[in-house]
């Protein structure tokens, strides 16, 4: 059975290849489907995110690899979307123009300093302290609530179907001695996103970059909030966060074991255009 990843990043942001590339290898390990999500481009963005000036060139590379490639695989584009405040969201024109089969929210940035630079969540950890000291004070348990109020809010968003990398915060959590993910407060948060995502049928992401690339030891989201995610119904899906060819369904087979062991059943998969929950096993969904 095969394997699909919607969460990729080629040339146009911080990945590695052309989107070709990407497309052939999911073609040699026999994917149905891939669907490309570079870092949308904003006003002030990070060096991660792709140029404004490189956006019409990616929709058009990638629409041309549909129709190339459209005997041997389904390809769809997208973007990974982040959420600021009057800044980016799904109301800006660039994005609302693209046409895009699917967005992925995720939550790179909380926060804004006084000379207008986003703080990162997903970067050096010296930002991270930067951030958590000139704008919440050393209140780490305001700077993680507001990154859960961010996250609820970005999906509210109609256009976000997917939610990203839910708790890829805890890559700063200096191994639980700046903050825990056991805290009441921050199980309290994860709650309440979860409650958010079942109350707008926002399919909540698997992400086993942290795994393969050694951030984490585990998913995002960790185990225990899958299984949370589990109990509320909350739709799921397996993706890779590839920013290489070779990454595309890296740490799938365990990662799909662990989910199987929880209870779920299905995962998320869009075929031929729409959204539909198909049976996996630890070889892949049963695509049919």
């Known amino acids: 059975m095969p394997w699909t990843n919607y969460h990729g990043h080629c040339y146009y942001c911080d990945g590695k290849f052309a989107p070709e590339a990407y497309v052939e290898k999911a073609i040699e390990l026999k994917m149905p489907a891939i669907g490309f999500s570079s870092h949308c481009p904003f006003e002030g963005g990070h060096a991660w995110n792709m140029a404004m000036e490189d956006l019409p060139k990616y929709l058009q590379e990638i629409s041309a690899l549909k129709e190339k490639y459209a005997t041997d695989i389904e390809v769809y584009t997208g973007l990974e979307m982040d959420y600021i405040p009057e800044v980016i969201d799904d109301s800006m024109p660039h994005i609302k123009e693209a046409n895009l089969d699917f967005i992925i929210g995720s939550m790179h940035y909380t926060g804004v300093f006084e000379d207008g630079r986003f703080c990162e969540i997903d970067g050096p950890h010296s930002k991270f302290v930067e951030g958590l000291k000139d704008i919440y004070q050393q209140d780490v348990e305001a700077m993680i609530t507001h990154y859960f109020e961010l996250m609820r809010a ?134 049919g």
């Open 154 to 287: 970005m999906v509210e968003q109609e256009t976000t179907q997917i939610l990203g990398h839910l708790d890829k915060v805890k890559i700063q959590a200096e191994q639980g001695i700046l903050f825990s993910q056991f805290e009441d407060w921050y199980r309290v948060e994860v709650s309440r996103t979860l409650e958010k995502l079942k109350e707008t049928n926002t399919i909540l992401e698997v992400n086993t970059r942290g795994i393969y690339k050694k951030k984490t030891v585990d998913t995002y989201p960790s185990k225990w909030i899958l299984q949370l995610a589990y109990e509320l119904g909350v739709p799921i899906m397996l993706n890779a966060d590839a920013h290489h060819p070779d990454e595309l369904n890296a740490e799938f087979v365990p990662t799909a074991k662990m989910l199987k062991e929880i209870g779920f059943k299905e995962l998320s998969v869009l075929k031929k255009g729409e959204w539909v929950a198909l049976p996996f096993s630890s070889r892949g969904v049963e695509w």
